[in-house]
């Protein structure tokens, strides 16, 4: 119990705070809090990088060794992540001249032609393969059902045809408060900052509570089990 | 007059692997025959233009670059346009990252730009940090001491030896901070924990999708203007000098174009279709 949930606890107040404190009173000792806080969740996260690619080299070779759903993909994972390890941390593919690390954005370097030849394209395709899904899901799905759904698809089509010069030409000839790309900008500006704001102060809000939630030991979700 | 309806009703039920081919040719030609649509800059560009126009000759210009491969054709644009800009003006630019991937994005564009289109000498007139895992704890981190984060570059030269870094000891002695951002972390970080708090200068590029996201801060005059997704990178091409963006916009617009009128034809369908359910 002590170990489990007291002393987590008695740790996030601390730290909370402190964190906080250090907003209020920025003089010393204070002040220093945030230089190494910083940098102590640097050194965290890059611990947690390692973290993340075991677990993951883990996961996919499970995978692969129970010939799981979709098992070949696994495969082709973890040859990724081998690969681009051995050519990230040993000097395999290292050009000439160029010391190890300093070869990852080097000319000439494997792990650079992997990252722009391999990881790049791919990475975009996924990306580009998103205008034909939502042209096809927009024909399939946008529908006139009810007012509401009606007054998101005419602000739709005005956005999609505003941002782009087709939409200036096409009203080209209409007074200018009437053209698309001031239409669109207007909508922007006006009713869509007022929901963003709205949304935005309502994060805020609920980010100040949940975080006075966890400083106080009021909420334990973070400690695992059933706490 | 049954015809007409039943054939309405059909095309709203057309095979989604038409809808594809239709995108892919609405796209792929405008790319290989362009229209020459004229791009119109929008009052959002025109200040981002307008802000960094303003800085004063022989400044230093924090570039952050917060974007990977997948955002590339959307913001690498912006991020060429930008250093010809900040290059024409004789300014100083300090490049650095929040994403992994973001630290090949800026090596991709100094390359190019800084290096082979301006000649300019590294750690003179420009510098790459690269990256830093942390998230928004790195500009935490730079807001208040830079070289316990980046004590050197992505060449492994020393800080403390670049001429650029002289007199830059935190994110507060950058005259102007540009982010160039897809996502999280990014704009929002940015004005959050550096640009606000210390009242640097700051402006943004961000892909369409951010816009929503990141337009109460520019409204709120917090940012500089934003350049929004490609037609924002197209409308600053156009004040500085044409680019991939500007040629990109025909296929853009064309493709939009194509979508309202399937989704008007979906609707048409649906009205005929509701029409005859409810006589």
Do not use: C
């Not at chain 1, 080097?106 to 990252?115: I, Q």
């Amino acid at each position: 119990m002590l170990w489990k949930t007291q002393i987590p606890v008695a740790i996030v107040f601390a730290v909370g705070m402190l964190t906080l404190i250090q907003w209020f009173v920025p003089h010393w000792p204070f002040d220093q809090i945030q230089v190494h806080t910083t940098q102590w969740f640097d050194i965290i996260a890059v611990f947690a990088v390692i973290l993340g690619g075991l677990n993951l080299l883990k996961l996919q070779l499970q995978k692969v060794i129970s010939r799981g759903r979709d098992w070949p993909y696994a495969l082709v994972t973890i040859v990724g992540f081998l690969a681009m390890m051995v050519y990230g941390f040993s000097p395999v593919g290292v050009p000439e001249g160029i010391r190890l690390g300093d070869h990852l954005q080097a000319n000439g370097s494997h792990f650079r032609w992997m990252f722009f030849n391999v990881f790049t394209p791919l990475s975009a395709t996924m990306f580009a393969l998103l205008a034909f899904f939502v042209a096809s899901a927009s024909y399939r799905a946008f529908r006139v059902r009810n007012a509401e759904a009606t007054l998101l698809l005419v602000a739709g089509i005005i956005l999609m045809l505003g941002r782009v010069p087709l939409g200036a030409k096409m009203t080209a000839f209409l007074p200018h408060f009437m053209q698309l790309p001031t239409v669109q900008e207007w909508i922007y500006a006006v009713p869509n900052l007022a929901g963003a704001r709205a949304i935005m102060i309502g994060i805020g809000l609920g980010m100040v509570s949940t975080s006075l939630r966890f400083i106080l030991g009021i909420e334990k979700s973070f400690l695992g089990g059933d706490e | 007059m049954a015809g007409n309806n039943s054939f309405l009703v059909k095309m709203g039920q057309l095979d989604r692997r038409l809808v594809f081919v239709v995108i892919g040719i609405a796209v792929f030609l405008p790319l290989k025959f362009p229209i020459g649509l004229a791009v119109v800059t929008t009052p959002t560009t025109q200040d981002v233009f307008n802000a960094v126009d303003s800085i004063p000759e022989g400044s230093t210009v924090l570039v952050s670059f917060e974007y990977g491969p997948s955002t590339r054709p959307e913001i690498e644009p912006m991020a060429i346009t930008l250093l010809r800009q900040l290059f024409n003006e004789k300014q100083k630019v300090v490049a650095m990252a929040l994403w992994p991937d973001g630290q090949f994005m800026s090596t991709r564009v100094l390359e190019r730009i800084a290096d082979k289109e301006y000649g300019l000498k590294w750690g003179v007139d420009y510098v790459n940090l690269g990256y830093r895992p942390g998230q928004e704890a790195v500009i935490k981190g730079i807001a208040k001491d830079l070289r316990a984060n980046y004590n050197s570059d992505v060449r492994n030269n020393p800080v403390e030896d670049l001429p650029i870094m002289d007199g830059i000891y935190t994110v507060k002695d950058f005259d102007f901070i540009f982010s160039l951002s897809a996502g999280y972390p990014g704009t929002v970080e940015w004005v959050l924990y550096a640009a606000d708090p210390y009242g640097i200068p700051m402006s943004t590029g961000v892909t369409a999708i951010q816009v929503n996201e990141v337009i109460p801060y520019v409204k709120g005059g917090q940012i500089k203007g934003i350049l929004a997704g490609m037609s924002g990178a197209a409308e600053y091409e156009n004040l500085v000098k044409a680019g991939d963006a500007t040629r990109f916009m025909d296929a853009q617009s064309v493709a939009h174009f194509l979508i309202v009128l399937f989704i008007i034809l979906g609707n048409i369908s649906y009205l005929v279709q509701r029409r005859k359910q409810t006589a």
